[in-house]
């Protein structure tokens, strides 16, 4: 026991000598000492260890991000055969149908090429020519028994004859037309193109008559350029990619830009005259990362395979695609970082004797002056537990921007849910401004609307410390999103019922000309009140805009959501959601109401299916496919029955051009009421209270403490909640 009590106490003593002023400034200095010289002898082999951990990371990422590029712009070859499909008539107009392949060609990245042939030789086509900027795409029509071909302009789709020309082509003699005659579609070998002499592959497919002979032969043509010009560009310096088969053809590179068409011959990787390139063909069907020695030094390379089936059809070679990096690019940094590391060290170890000896003389001062504030916030604390409007009881949810926390008026004892914004975000000062404001209108928007089907506000204020915050309705429920998650898809006609609810609140705030932006299903509740139950409520004004104002730009702040999701709004980057964005607001154009109506209608959809109107993959693909990509059939996602009405409504509400949608939230609200429901279908109230009734909300936060109840009340108290994020429901 003795020997314990020693062992105690002489812990004691060496931690109050740290302490002390003398401690202090041996301590430092020899902390900084020890871990400068760790530095100079470990950092090193480890900085260059992670610089070549990061190398082949981005490398490999490089790689990927070509690989998808590549089978990105060859699986368009599916839908444009099908849609050749529907031209393959020799009997249709030269005008339709040229117009048409022109059409098919515009914003088809990675495309040279597409064509219909047929038996008699008649040969017409739609081809991508020019280079960088100065791009164009022009049609044609051939007759191999003429020996002529015609070329054509389309504008203001209307064709406009250029050129004529003796020509030999006989499509029948490709092998593209030979290949397809088989009888299935498929991809050819690497080829060179007839007169252009481009390096490519072609996607053909036969169309038979009705008595099975063959009628025509489509394609869809990848040369090198059109591939080269759409492949991702490397991140890192002095880096290149290339595209390649086994067999050392090369399918795209930038490289291949700079070099001459040498007649019928494939462009093979030694033609692009790259010491690291003709290392990596040596062995081309490696894969991972690897280092390639060669004659001007070492490179780092990092390859991956492209194989399995492309437009439905498994590509019948063995493809690659490589990104090469020389080795110096990667360690030049490591050597610098190394000098200043040393520097850095030597510098750290005199600040630190200059900090340890402030930190000395003032470490008295500042143990007096934590005592003293830590008494004073206690002292502040009890103030506004007696003063205080509203006590924080349990904390409901917490997001992007703060808290919500369930309430209790101090004096009417009233339940309520208070917003609270989040400290981190009001402490930068860069976009404290615009988040103030966004709170600020959230909280006078929500309190100027009457609707019972927009969440109520109660009060809105500022405490001493500066914590924004506002009182609004306790609602008992879950909002839309959750609904599905939890139960799956809801019936049609419960979906009626409370798209016609959500609608009432629309019309209202855009009566007042203003616009929500950000309708999704986090932010729209269904709950009970009294003996009513599916009660819809509208949430989170927290970017409405008015209908006047110029379209919002991102606030000056880090381009980064705050919460790290695809499924929130984010701020510092796009306002909005992207599943659920009108493509006038992804373009950043002015918006009206209808802009709203088309985020109603992707709520519509996911509340029937459980799932978005289109898939999420990458964020720009998302919207690019909102703004470009034909809206999928309902009736083909929606598990149960959905009516032909509804479906035109919701189909009206997802249309591109804003004018083919309601032209108001009224009026999509009356279209969706007026939507007939036999009765086996019907939503009746019966049912709805049958639902709520075996309804069990998950289980609440555990309350707090009674010893740590906060208080919060307008600027009369320097205490100051714990803020840690925003509402779930954000």
């Not at 090429?113 to 020519?129: E, K, M, N, W, Y």
């Not at 808290?403 to 008026?409: D, I, L, N």
């Not at 000309?513 to 299903?521: A, E, T, V």
């Not at 992707?602 to 898939?615: I, K, N, Q």
Request: with cysteine; proline share 6%.
């Amino acid at each position: 026991m003795a020997n314990r009590t020693s062992s105690t106490g002489a812990r004691v003593r060496f931690a109050a000598a740290l302490a002390s002023p003398l401690g202090v400034l041996l301590t430092i200095p020899l902390l900084v000492i020890a871990v400068g010289l760790a530095i100079i002898l470990l950092g090193r082999s480890t900085t260059r260890d992670a610089s070549m951990s990061m190398a082949r990371h981005q490398l490999a990422e490089q790689a990927q991000a070509v690989q998808n590029d590549v089978a990105f712009a060859l699986d368009q070859a599916d839908p444009l055969l099908a849609r050749l499909h529907v031209l393959a008539d020799h009997d249709k107009p030269i005008d339709e149908v040229l117009v048409r392949l022109h059409d098919l060609m515009l914003g088809r990245p990675g495309i040279a090429f597409v064509s219909i042939s047929f038996p008699d030789g008649t040969f017409r086509g739609a081809q991508l020519t020019g280079q960088g900027t100065g791009k164009s795409i022009e049609v044609q029509e051939s007759h191999a028994d003429q020996g002529m071909a015609t070329w054509f302009d389309v504008t203001d789709d209307l064709l406009v004859p250029t050129r004529s020309e003796k020509t030999n082509y006989d499509p029948r003699t490709r092998g593209f037309y030979q290949l397809a005659a088989k009888g299935q579609r498929a991809w050819t070998e690497p080829y060179t193109f007839f007169k252009s002499h481009e390096t490519g592959i072609t996607c053909t497919e036969p169309v038979f008559d009705a008595h099975h002979a063959l009628a025509a032969v489509l394609t869809v043509d990848f040369d090198v350029g059109a591939l080269s010009d759409f492949i991702a560009r490397p991140a890192l310096d002095q880096a290149r990619s290339v595209v390649y088969t086994r067999a050392g053809a090369v399918l795209a590179s930038p490289l291949a830009a700079k070099l001459p068409v040498e007649g019928d011959k494939l462009l093979r990787g030694s033609d692009l005259h790259d010491p690291a390139l003709d290392k990596l063909f040596v062995e081309p069907d490696v894969t991972g990362t690897r280092e390639l020695a060669t004659r001007d030094g070492a490179y780092l390379a990092s390859v991956a395979a492209i194989g399995g089936k492309r437009a439905g059809v498994t590509v019948p070679l063995d493809w690659y695609v490589a990104s090469v990096v020389p080795a110096r690019t990667l360690l030049g940094p490591t050597h610098r970082l190394e000098v200043g590391g040393v520097l850095a060290s030597t510098l750290a170890l005199a600040i630190a004797v200059l900090v340890a000896l402030v930190l000395a003389w003032n470490v008295v001062r500042m143990r007096r002056q934590v005592a003293t504030a830590r008494s004073e916030a206690r002292s502040a604390e009890a103030r506004a537990r007696e003063l205080g409007s509203y006590r924080l009881v349990a904390r409901l949810g917490s997001g992007g921007m703060g808290e919500v926390w369930r309430a209790e008026h101090q004096l009417l004892a009233r339940q309520a849910a208070i917003k609270l914004i989040r400290a981190e975000v009001i402490a930068d000062p860069q976009g404290a401004a615009e988040v103030h404001e966004r709170f600020r209108r959230e909280a006078q928007v929500l309190a100027s609307m009457k609707s019972r089907h927009t969440i109520a506000i109660y009060d809105y204020g500022v405490t001493e410390a500066g914590v924004l915050y506002y009182v609004m309705e306790l609602l008992d429920g879950l909002d839309l999103e959750s609904l599905v998650v939890r139960f799956g898809p809801l019936p049609a006609a419960r979906v009626i019922r409370l798209m016609v609810q959500a609608c009432s609140s629309l019309g209202e705030a855009h009566d007042a000309g203003l616009l929500h932006r950000d309708i999704k299903p986090p932010n729209l509740m269904t709950c009970r009140e009294a003996d009513e139950v599916d009660i819809c409520k509208l949430l989170d004004f927290g970017i409405v805009q008015q209908v006047d104002d110029k379209p919002a730009v991102a606030p000056s702040r880090p381009s980064k959501p705050i919460i790290e999701t695809p499924k929130l709004t984010q701020l510092g980057t796009m306002l909005g959601t992207p599943g659920f964005m009108s493509p006038e607001q992804i373009l950043g154009m002015p918006l009206d109401g209808r802009a709203d109506l088309y985020a109603l209608g992707c709520v519509a959809w996911w509340l029937l299916t459980g799932s978005e109107v289109f898939a999420r993959d990458v964020e720009a693909k998302l919207l690019h496919k909102h703004i470009y990509d034909t809206v999928p059939v309902l009736a083909a996602a929606a598990p149960g029955w959905i009516p032909r009405e509804l479906e035109d409504v919701i189909a009206a509400c997802l249309a591109k051009d804003a004018n083919a949608r309601p032209a108001t939230a009224r009026e999509l609200g009356a279209q969706l009421a007026a939507i007939a429901i036999p009765d086996e279908h019907a939503w009746t109230v019966a049912r709805a209270r049958a639902w709520w009734s075996d309804y069990r909300a998950p289980q609440p936060a555990p309350n707090v403490p009674s010893a740590e109840v906060q208080v919060i009340m307008p600027g009369a108290s320097a205490f100051e909640p714990t803020i840690m994020g925003d509402t779930g429901r954000k």
